[in-house]
């Protein structure tokens, strides 16, 4: 029987997410709810799978390991792409690539966004301390004093779908919102709502930053030691986008000196490592990566990888993003 490894379900909410009856009666179908330790622990449990789900860009499938995969023949990945997917690698392979798309209306964009609210509202008013308070009995000591957001700076790295919305967020707390990014016109700033400013300009004069871009080479370490640097005295980073994009070691840094909070739901590795030092990192909010992880998303995402699998094994593979393995296959 054919077997399907369905990765990285670190949530555990795969099999409830989707009726699985139909692919069940096909082939095994085994599902990982841990991220594997490294690329040698991939390769041997995943030896003996002909279609592999991934989970957008948690577990890493570069062609170093794709090409220690005898026995794979399909790759289905969530979402439109997949920056650690080496797809090359799978069509010099004939391996067929199938990817998810987001349905009309759909709310993965706004689910981001209305998390890095949420960062945005919890470093200001320390509430993950005062959480752990109540829990520990005790109170206000030790909490620290908030900052109200009416009135203050809200700047936006990126103002494409995410940064819309969350610029949208900020006017509706009464705050004054600006943006910029190596793309940005001042046309497309004044339509979400913001107004185009340099980007030592947005890191000087904001009470927060948030970023929402892409991540790719020109973004890869964009805020760096001297960007930090620029930013108020108090103020809060949020990312909610891809960890690299902000150098992880100026970061760190500069919580550690009580320069900024940091609130963050993206890390330069994930799963964050056990001894990763921002875990006890002061002058932080840390959430694991749950941007895009709500009922809506796996909704989306789990039938569709579903119907992936099914398609292509009668033949007729869909939403394929890599047709030319379709005819290095023929």
Request: proline share 4%.
């Amino acid at each position: 029987m054919v077997k399907v490894a369905v990765l990285d379900d670190w949530q555990g909410v795969a099999r409830a997410s989707a009726d699985w009856s139909k692919l069940q009666t096909r082939a095994e179908v085994v599902v990982f709810a841990e991220a594997f330790a490294d690329e040698d622990d991939a390769a041997h449990k995943l030896a003996d799978f002909e279609i592999v789900l991934s989970m957008r860009e948690r577990s890493p499938l570069p062609g170093s390991l794709i090409n220690r995969l005898p026995k794979l023949r399909m790759l289905g990945m969530t979402g439109a792409r997949n920056a650690s997917l080496d797809t090359d690698a799978c069509t010099a392979r004939g391996i067929v690539v199938c990817n998810t798309v987001a349905a009309s209306g759909s709310t993965n964009d706004s689910a981001t966004a209305e998390l890095a609210l949420g960062l945005m509202i919890a470093a200001a008013r320390g509430l993950t301390v005062g959480d752990a308070n109540i829990r520990a009995g005790k109170f206000q000591m030790g909490v620290p004093v908030g900052i109200g957001l009416n009135g203050k700076t809200l700047g936006l790295i990126g103002l494409g779908r995410l940064g819309s919305h969350m610029a949208r967020y900020g006017k509706a707390l009464g705050m004054k919102v600006i943006g910029w990014s190596q793309n940005l016109t001042a046309e497309k700033a004044t339509a979400a709502g913001a107004t185009m400013v340099s980007k030592q300009e947005l890191l000087s004069a904001a009470d927060v930053v948030s970023i929402h871009l892409v991540l790719s080479p020109r973004s890869r370490g964009l805020i760096g030691a001297a960007d930090l640097a620029l930013m108020k005295q108090g103020a809060i980073l949020v990312n909610t986008s891809r960890g690299p994009i902000v150098d992880a070691a100026a970061l760190l840094d500069t919580v550690r000196a009580g320069r900024i909070v940091a609130a963050l739901d993206v890390y330069d590795r994930e799963p964050l490592a056990p001894d990763d030092p921002l875990r006890s990192a002061p002058n932080t909010v840390l959430t694991p990566h749950l941007g895009y992880c709500v009922q809506e998303t796996w909704e989306q995402f789990y039938p569709q990888s579903i119907e992936n699998a099914l398609a292509f094994l009668d033949g007729k593979p869909v939403r394929v993003t890599n047709p030319e393995a379709l005819q290095k296959r023929g």
